[in-house]
């Protein structure tokens, strides 16, 4: 069984590193960002890591409560998984700003986190805060000081990381015997179907299937126990995962398996395909705003996400074709993006009458976005490329 590179996203930079001086724009770090598929296990990584520290450090820029639609999804998340589980002590793995964790009370649960300006927020909420990457030393740490946990929990976090073994094998030894282990991350299913090749780029080093999770979880000695397929970040899976035998499994792990299988996503075929599909998708956007440049119509990009630093570095996108991009995100305002270097700006700054079109960066946003600017729509349109280049109206 082989492991079969179907993807090459070209020279990419750090999806976050957005930079402000000299001596980052002459500096920047970048890699070659390409994909493989395990025929044994099925899973979908990057073939070749990125240094975590690059990514993940005290200059970190990405807040998940910036969003509506993220502040809502984590505190539904948070009271469904206490209806359910009822649990005492509870961890979460790369806790961000505290979106979810701050819908617990301080004592029953512990943050783990590795960016330095992110830990000090959980920290200063009350929460015992331990500023790490999950790796077994801190795990065994953890177990410990407090003991074993009742639910572990991790959102857009597991797929980050480079070596699962470690991970599952930490996780597994911090669950107490009865305890949940929940994760959710983008959907492989989804990113095919939808062709959102965006959601490749240095920090996802995984890009999750059930049936792939399935075999690496019973390893060490965890099953699936329910999957919930979410609309969250264009389209994620919630797995519920538990030690092996100790609860009964929902007819979803089975129905999500068949699903997959049923699109091909265990054999190379769908990912060859996959892949004429996203050189297809960056062909007809580079068509798209090379005409409506020659009209010479303003465009920028709303969002300044991770993902459209995959989409403009893949496709050439720079300043030449988008003015600038328009972020709420304070940390990213003033700088120039990774790799293509677009300058960044409010929306307050940017996002006026002036302009023409929208390249919507943030498309997992959507409805949030077309709500908030219903007047921009009134005589201009969002473009995006999901699920294939077109004018959202
Ligand atoms: O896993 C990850 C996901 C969950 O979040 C990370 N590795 C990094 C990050 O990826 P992303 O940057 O692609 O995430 P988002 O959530 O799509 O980023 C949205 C960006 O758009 C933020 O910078 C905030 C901005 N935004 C905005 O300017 N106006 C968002 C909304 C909704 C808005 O109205």
Redesign the pocket.
């Known amino acids: 069984m082989a492991k079969i590179e179907f993807l090459d996203l070209g020279i990419q930079p750090i ?2 590193n957005f930079l402000l001086t000299a001596d980052q724009i002459k500096n920047e770090y970048k890699f070659h960002l390409t994909v493989t598929f395990d025929e044994e296990t099925k899973l979908v990584s990057l073939s070749d890591f990125v240094p975590p520290e690059l990514m993940f450090n005290d200059s970190y820029v ?1 807040y ?1 409560s ?5 502040r809502s999804h984590f505190k539904e998340t948070a009271d469904a998984l206490i209806r359910e589980f009822s649990p005492r002590k509870i961890l979460e793995i790369g806790s961000n700003d505290g979106v979810f964790l701050k819908n617990f009370e301080n004592e029953m649960a512990i943050a783990v986190e590795p960016c330095g300006n992110f830990a000090e927020i959980t920290k200063n909420l009350g929460y015992t805060t331990y500023k790490n990457f999950w790796t077994s030393e801190l795990a065994e740490e953890i177990a410990f000081n407090h003991g074993r946990q009742d639910l572990i929990f991790a ?2 976090c597991i ?2 990381i480079q070596n699962l073994d470690e991970a599952f094998d930490a996780i597994s030894k911090s669950l107490s015997s009865s305890g949940v282990f929940v994760f959710e991350d ?1 959907s492989l299913l989804k990113m095919m179907e939808r062709n959102s090749y965006d959601q490749i ?1 240095d ?2 080093a995984h890009i999750f299937s059930v049936t792939s999770l399935k075999s690496i979880l019973r390893e060490y000695g965890l099953e699936i126990f329910k999957v919930q397929n979410l609309s969250i ?1 264009g389209g994620s899976n919630r797995i519920f995962a538990c030690h092996e035998k100790t609860r009964k499994i929902d007819k979803s792990v089975e129905e999500n398996l068949t699903k997959e299988n049923n699109f091909g996503l265990n054999s190379i075929a769908a990912y060859r395909q996959f892949s004429k599909n996203v050189q297809r998708s960056k062909d007809q956007l580079l068509d798209l705003l090379s005409e409506l440049k020659r009209k010479k119509y303003k465009i920028v990009s ?7 630093t995959t989409v403009f570095n893949y496709c050439e996108i720079g300043p030449d074709l988008i003015d600038y991009i ?4 304070e940390a ?1 305002q003033g700088k120039l993006s990774p790799g293509v270097h677009i300058p960044v700006i409010s ?1 307050e700054d940017g996002f006026d009458n002036s302009v023409n079109y929208a390249f919507l ?2 498309w ?2 959507e409805k ?2 077309t709500q ?1 600017e219903k007047i921009f729509l009134e005589s201009n349109r969002f473009i995006t490329h999901v699920p294939h280049v077109r004018f959202i109206k």
Do not use: R
């Open positions: 999806a976050n990405y998940s910036l969003s509506q639609t993220m959102a857009n797929c980050h983008p780029y920090e996802h970040h709303y969002g300044a996400t991770s993902k459209s328009v972020d709420t995100t990213k929306p960066g943030a997992n946003y949030e976005i908030k």
